[in-house]
């Protein structure tokens, strides 16, 4: 072979090379391309990504733009799941005629139905709408649900007869009785009015659809005790067992009821719980939840784990309850995000939702919407966003 030809040879393969080098780095900047990643959505992905959006500390229902900027954002991020406020403090959040009756104050956008709203936008951006009645039996001290009903209150040993007081745990609310027929025809009535009249996914109850357990010595639950222990009145201690299991038993009892009533008007309609973990929740609410997720009352549970240590954390994770559960629903957990005087940083956010993932839970939840990303927050608005898109590069579909 000449010297001319081998040149010819070897710039052949010097072109092929560079040809293949070319080939090999625009195939790199095309698959990982993080918008074309964005594109390829696995189908696989099985994943409950929720927010709550509360009244409280928060002004998504009021602003103009409000819901449709938190929607289109949630949407954006790959969330799939919202829990509107519907009941808060003696309020409700739609135009109900349950609530007019009782001359309830029904807080309205001035430009119309707050839910009906957040059900059309949440819809036609993919996400599940499941309305939260968020303050279960709780009525501010001076409602007009307190003035016009007093014997609708349940009270605690050391009240005195007939008086109007409000818990240890919340020195500004009253609890109404969860065991008083006109009490939970009024909370029966709204739930019907909401599945009833609304295209939503679902309903969800949370921790305070029971009662603090120092309460019960009003006179109706006295009375009906007594009728029902040959004339003895209920132990002076609020913790002894046989007095927590009927209290807690005629709670589960109503809570029967109420999936009764939901399902023979939807039959697909979501029973969401987001209790606190099953031995908190019964000792101190007298929610007995693992007996209802036990009766398939619930098909969806988001339980409440908000602690900063991590190991806390996991240790509520690892409960016998929440076990149990796991076996037969769908469960996710709900995390804080952080309060308007105390943000939370999304180093911990972004570890529990490790921690979450690392045990193969259904997914998770956020309390609450004005704290994922905010002016408020350690990071940036901005740089929060570009964290969840982190956290959330694909969208999910629910589980079942």
């Known amino acids: 072979m000449t010297s001319e030809k081998r040149q010819s040879r070897f710039r052949v393969f010097l072109a092929l090379g560079l040809i293949l080098s070319i080939v090999i780095l625009v195939a790199k900047s095309i698959l990982f391309s993080p918008s074309l990643a964005r594109s390829q959505t696995p189908t696989t992905i099985t994943e409950i990504r929720g927010v709550w959006l509360t009244n409280v500390a928060s002004g998504v229902f009021f602003s103009p733009w409000g819901i449709n900027r938190a929607i289109a954002q949630l949407s954006q ?18 135009p109900s005629a349950v609530a007019k009756q009782e001359s309830l104050l029904t807080i309205m956008r001035l430009n119309g139905d707050v839910l009906a709203e957040i059900v059309q936008q949440g819809h036609r951006q993919g996400l599940r709408v499941i309305p939260w009645f968020e303050y279960g039996f709780m009525t501010p ?25 409000p818990t240890a745990q919340k020195p500004q609310l009253l609890w109404l009785n969860p065991l008083h027929p006109e009490v939970q025809q009024l909370i029966l009535d709204l739930i019907k009015e ?22 019960g010595y009003d006179p109706y639950t006295i009375e009906r005790y007594q009728q029902e222990h040959y004339g003895n009145s ?17 709670i589960s009892e109503f809570m029967g009821e109420i999936v009764q009533t939901v399902k023979s008007i939807k039959p697909d309609c979501i029973i969401s719980l987001s209790p606190n973990p099953q031995a908190f929740a019964y000792k101190h609410y007298l929610q007995d ?6 009766r398939g009352w619930v098909d969806e549970l988001v339980l409440q784990v908000y602690r900063d240590k991590l190991s806390s954390f996991a240790a509520e994770l690892n409960q016998p309850a929440v076990r149990m559960a796991r076996r037969t629903i769908p469960v996710s ?9 105390a943000p939370i940083p999304f180093e911990q956010i972004q570890a529990q939702v490790e921690v979450i993932r690392d045990r193969a839970f259904d997914g998770v939840s ?35």
């Open 194 to 215: 909401v599945v009833s009249q609304y295209d939503v996914d679902g309903i969800q109850l949370d921790d305070h659809f029971g009662m603090p357990v120092e309460l």
């Open 77 to 94: 991020l790959n969330f799939n799941t919202i829990y509107p406020v519907v009941w808060n403090r003696g309020h409700t959040f739609y």
């Open 234 to 250: 209920p132990p002076n201690s609020p913790f002894n067992g046989e007095w927590m299991r009927w209290r807690a038993n005629k």
């Open 366 to 400: 956020f309390f609450y919407w004005e704290t994922l990303w905010s002016y408020l927050t350690p990071e940036s608005p901005q740089q929060r966003r570009r964290e969840f898109r982190e956290l959330f590069p694909y969208p999910a579909i629910i589980p079942n």
């Open 289 to 294: 939840w693992q007996t209802w997720v036990q």
């Open 333 to 341: 957990v709900g995390i804080l995000t952080g309060t308007l005087r």
């Open 141 to 165: 001290i001076y409602s007009e649900l307190a003035r016009r009903h007093p014997t609708w209150i349940t009270q605690s040993l050391t009240q005195t007869e007939g008086a109007i007081a």
